[in-house]
Nanobody, 125 residues
Framework: QVQLVESGGGLVQAGDSLKLSCAASGRTFSSYDMGWFRQAPGKEREFVGAIRRSGRGALYAVSVKGRFTIARDDAKNTVYLQMDSLKPEDTAVYYC??????????????????WGQGTQVTVSS
């Protein structure tokens, strides 16, 4: 079992940056693939980015590639989502997720076993 707690959300203007953190409980954080998803009002939850348990080969959605960066610090049991050049369309609740079993794809929500409660990100124009 792992518990995930996101933080760092808030209200920013278009073009600003924001850094989300996701702190995980437990001693085996390094053995989880970690992902970030988001859900805007009236829309389905969508993939944002993910990083393998090895820390190599981060994946990003096309809509955020080049603007968002995922990093993990296994010593701190934390995964980060650095968001730059934010746009109003990035407004959503952002969730982090953990996958305990290695799966071929980590860009789908079904790959993940544990989810945080989410943190709101609002980008004004």
């Amino acid at each position: 079992q792992v518990q995930l707690v996101e933080s760092g959300g808030g209200l920013v203007q278009a073009g600003d940056s924001l850094k989300l953190s996701c702190a995980a409980s437990g001693r085996t954080f390094s053995s989880y693939d970690m992902g970030w998803f988001r859900q805007a009002p009236g829309k389905e939850r969508e993939f944002v980015g993910a990083i393998r348990r090895s820390g190599r080969g981060a994946l990003y959605a096309v809509s955020v590639k080049g603007r968002f960066t995922i990093a993990r610090d296994d010593a701190k049991n934390t995964v980060y989502l650095q968001m730059d050049s934010l746009k109003p369309e990035d407004t959503a609740v952002y969730y982090c997720a953990a996958a305990s079993i290695p799966r071929p794809s980590i860009v789908v929500a079904s790959a993940y076993d544990y989810w945080g409660q989410g943190t709101q990100v609002t980008v004004s124009s």
